[in-house]
């Protein structure tokens, strides 16, 4: 029986399944730093409820990928404080996020997400780290729905240009 046989959780990490789940941990570590900053700008319901649930997740993704460095002898990065609350009416109108600069910057944050999904999927080797990741990216697929249909809904979404009149098909 090889190294690679049997439990995957008895199996080693490689350095980039190890890399991989470091790097998302930092990210996810950021990100509710700023997750929880911009829940003090938002003065939207929806808004505030999909930052709830990206703060969730995030706190989720922090505590599994800690875990599982720290079951492999790998040092976690640290923590970032806590933000406290604030209330909106608080924070100057100058230096305040709109909603919609928020709704764009969490999309944008949530497709990042998928990608670094997909990659730490790509190049696992131990089938508890792909599935691991594999979660992670069917929720933010999920949220990021939810951000694009709430962005459509409120006005917020700044398309590319789209292509409202299509070339007439040239019968040869």
Known sequence: MGILSGNPKDEPMHYGE?????????????ALSFYQAFLNHAGDKDLKKILDALIDQAK?????????????????????????????ED???????TDPEIAAKIASDTSLGLVACSQVMGQS?????????????ATKTALGVKILQMSKEKG?????????????????
């Open 18 to 30: 190890i890399s991989g789940v470091w790097q998302f941990s930092l990210a996810a570590k950021g």
């Open 60 to 88: 989720l993704e922090i505590k599994e990928c800690d875990m599982l460095l720290t079951d492999n002898g790998i040092a976690p990065a640290p923590a970032l404080p806590e933000r406290p609350p604030v209330k909106l």
């Open 91 to 97: 924070i100057p109108v100058g230096a305040r996020f």
């Open 125 to 137: 080797i131990r089938e508890d780290i792909g599935a691991l990741f594999a979660k992670y990216h």
């Open 156 to 172: 917020w979404l700044i398309s590319p240009p789209l292509q409202v009149k299509r070339p007439e098909a040239v019968e040869v």
